[in-house]
């Protein structure tokens, strides 16, 4: 599998990256996982505007999911187009809020996305067999463990610590955290994590290697949220950037 990250900022898009969205590919096949505020632009940049042959939101917040309503208007009104129903794997409310986000009332989006609602469980994405199960955050989302080949990429999306993610994340070879909150801060429960409970569920999971994101550049700080969780993750650690690239 290789990732690329397309957008990694946390809440809002920051001044070097957009929110949450990541392209996993294998065989050719490239899964957009989360199409967060600004990641359209990253899209193309590195990747190329029609790329996904599927989308998989985790959850419906902004940061998460907002790029995959301007997408409406890339796949409808495309001069060669319109183009196919783009399989849009996502949470139940995801068809009435793309549409209403979108603006015209009673207007639909199922011309452009078909969409399957996730539920706890595995099911195969293209050449990807997909776990997903529920995270600790205040809406509807999804962690997500891809795998392919006999290697695995785990995704937390957001969440607070919970034993579904330390599940999800057994034996990553690659662990896409969030790490939202500076240790010492002040920290709302059932919310996000930190630099170092992310370094302790990668620990606790035995994942190979640990990429930070979700980092919130305008109230946090990069240094402190790398040191505290190499204080609880000894294996290889860094925090992602858009436009970065990994091979599973
Ligand atoms: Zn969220």
């Known amino acids: 599998m290789r990732l690329t990250v397309l957008g990694c900022a946390g809440s809002f898009p920051g001044p070097e990256s957009p929110c949450s969205a990541y392209l996993v590919e294998a065989e050719g096949f490239r899964l957009l996982v989360d199409f967060g505020s600004g990641s359209l632009s990253t899209l193309q940049r590195y990747v190329g505007l029609h790329a996904p042959d599927a989308i998989l939101l985790t959850h419906l917040h902004c940061d998460h999911m907002l790029d995959a309503v301007s997408y409406v208007v ?4 495309a001069p060669d187009g319109p183009y196919p129903p783009l399989p849009m794997y996502a949470p139940s409310g995801a068809p009435d809020r793309l549409a209403a986000a979108y603006g015209q009332e009673g207007s639909s989006v199922d011309d452009v996305y078909q969409f399957y609602g996730l539920q706890p469980g595995t099911f195969p994405i293209g050449p990807f067999t997909v776990t997903v199960d529920r995270m600790n955050h205040p809406v509807e989302t999804y962690g997500v463990r891809l795998e392919h080949d006999g290697r695995v990429l ?11 993610l ?36 990668a620990t606790k999971a035995g994942a190979g290697r640990l990429l930070l994101t979700h980092l919130v550049a305008a109230w946090g700080s990069e240094a402190h949220t790398l040191e505290s969780a190499a204080a609880a993750y000894t294996g290889p650690l860094e925090v992602v950037r858009a436009g970065a690239c990994y091979d599973v």
Request: contains cysteine; glycine residues 8%; charged residues 25%.
């Open 74 to 77: 890339v796949r409808r009104y």
């Open 166 to 201: 330390l599940r999800l994340a057994q034996g990553a070879d690659l662990f896409l955290c969030e790490a939202s909150y500076l240790d010492g801060a002040e920290n709302p429960p059932d919310l996000h994590l930190t630099g170092r409970e992310a370094g302790e569920v």
């Open 154 to 164: 785990c995704y937390s999306s957001d969440t607070a610590p919970c034993d579904s």
